[in-house]
T-cell receptor, first 115, second 115 residues
Framework: GAGVSQSPRYKVAKRGQDVALRCDPI?????LFWYQQALGQGPEFLTY????????KSGLPSDRFFAERPEGSVSTLKIQRTQQEDSAVYLC?????????????FGPGTRLTVL | GDSVTQMEGPVTLSEEAFLTINCTYT??????LFWYVQYPGEGLQLLLK?????DKGSNKGFEATYRKETTSFHLEKGSVQVSDSAVYFC??????????????FGTGTSLTVIP
């Protein structure tokens, strides 16, 4: 079946612009995660949804970052007034259930470059 | 807080050599442990996992054993192939932290296997 998909794959923004990144999880997966991966580093947690409920947003670096999953399927990560330090790969992952033992399935990521 | 420490790379090996990539962790609770692999140009893929102490995860000739006494989850393969060239990430999820579902990743270890 289809895996996790993300769009766009690449995004270039000028400093101060708003961007929206989309994630389509695996169908039927309850949990959805966003991670940020800086160059040469491991992914870092941003936020977590169980169905449409955002249960953890402790990793969002500032109030410029906002995520939603209104119907419990597709999710959008929005970054307002982008800054150069926002340049990174943004990864989306989904898992079938809500347990800590569950495998997370990752999308290919969106590479954001802020000029 | 929780964290994962991976051995520094890059690692270069000849084909058929033995591979060890060290991973140690710090966790508040009893975590599940994962190894993910990222092949060039692709997204993160689960390689193997272990959800309790003394469990051994294995896949594609790779193995890792969950050692609670040494807080380690080292990745091993007896005979590497050129196709194993990739970046390897160790990760944990901890039911004692927040919602218990987010992954904490190491920084990744780049492996290059030469013929």
């Amino acid at each position: 079946g289809a895996g996790v998909s993300q769009s766009p794959r690449y995004k270039v923004a000028k400093r101060g612009q708003d961007v929206a990144l989309r994630c389509d999880p695996i169908s039927g997966h309850v949990s959805l995660f966003w991670y940020q991966q800086a160059l040469g580093q491991g992914p870092e947690f941003l936020t977590y949804f169980q169905n449409e409920a955002q249960l953890d947003k402790s990793g969002l670096p500032s109030d410029r970052f906002f995520a939603e999953r209104p119907e419990g399927s597709v999710s959008t990560l929005k970054i307002q007034r982008t800054q150069q330090e926002d340049s990174a790969v943004y990864l989306c992952a989904s898992s079938l259930g809500g347990g800590s033992t569950d495998t997370q399935y990752f999308g290919p990521g969106t590479r954001l470059t802020v000029l | 807080g929780d964290s994962v420490t991976q051995m520094e790379g890059p690692v270069t090996l000849s084909e058929e050599a033995f591979l060890t990539i060290n991973c140690t962790y710090t966790a508040t609770g009893y975590p599940s442990l994962f190894w993910y692999v990222q092949y060039p140009g692709e997204g993160l893929q689960l390689l193997l996992k272990a959800t309790k102490a003394d469990d051994k995860g294995s896949n594609k000739g790779f193995e890792a054993t969950y050692r609670k006494e040494t807080t380690s989850f080292h990745l091993e393969k007896g005979s590497v192939q050129v196709s194993d060239s990739a970046v390897y990430f160790c990760a944990l999820s901890d039911p004692a932290m927040n919602t218990g579902n987010q992954f904490y990743f190491g920084t990744g270890t780049s492996l290059t296997v030469i013929p």
